[in-house]
C-alpha cells in the first residue's frame, strides 16, 4: 500500500536561521517557523495558538536559507517530516520530529522584512531528488 509524508507550512521565522557545516563540508540550516491558528471556543470567543515547527535544509537550500531569510520573514515551506532520536547525556531518549524542507519560497514584499524572492526561476529553491544525493548520510547528522 503506498503512503504519503508530505508537510506544507507558511508562517514566521522565529529567529534567524542557525548555520551549521557537517564534517564534510554540507551546509545546514535550522530554523522554527510559527504557523497561526485561530478558533472559536465553545463560548464564542475567538483565540490564537501557535504552533512552532522546525525545519532543517540541506546542502545548497541551506546556504540560500542561511543567505535571505531572517527573523519575521514569512516562508512557505514544502518538505517531509522526519523524526529523529539519539541519547542525552543522562542516558534518555530523546526525540525531534521536523520538517526536512526539500523547496522553500519567501513570501511577501521586498523591503517589509518578508523578503519576497524565488530562488529558482519558478517557484522557490527546490532541492535535487533523494537519490540524487541531495539529503544527509547517516553519519552526518548535526545532533545537539
Known sequence: ???????????????????????????????????????????????????????????????????????GSQVYVEGRLQTSSWEDQQGQTRYRTEVVANMFQMLGRRGDGGG?????????????PDDMGGGPDAGDLPFE
Not at 509524508?5 to 548555520?19: A, C, S, T, Y
Not at 495558538?49 to 541551506?62: P, Y
Not at 519576497?116 to 535535487?128: C, E, V
Open 1 to 71: 500500500m503506498a503512503s504519503l509524508n508530505k508537510v506544507m507550512i507558511i508562517g514566521n521565522l522565529g529567529r534567524d536561521p542557525e548555520m551549521r557545516f557537517t564534517a564534510n563540508g554540507q551546509a545546514v540550516a535550522n530554523f522554527s517557523v510559527a504557523c497561526n491558528r485561530r478558533y472559536t471556543t465553545r463560548d464564542g470567543e475567538q483565540r490564537d495558538e501557535t504552533e512552532w515547527v522546525r525545519v532543517v535544509c540541506w546542502g545548497r537550500q541551506a546556504e540560500i536559507a542561511g543567505q535571505y531569510l531572517q527573523r
Open 116 to 128: 519576497g524572492g524565488d530562488f529558482s526561476g519558478g517557484g522557490g529553491y527546490q532541492s535535487p
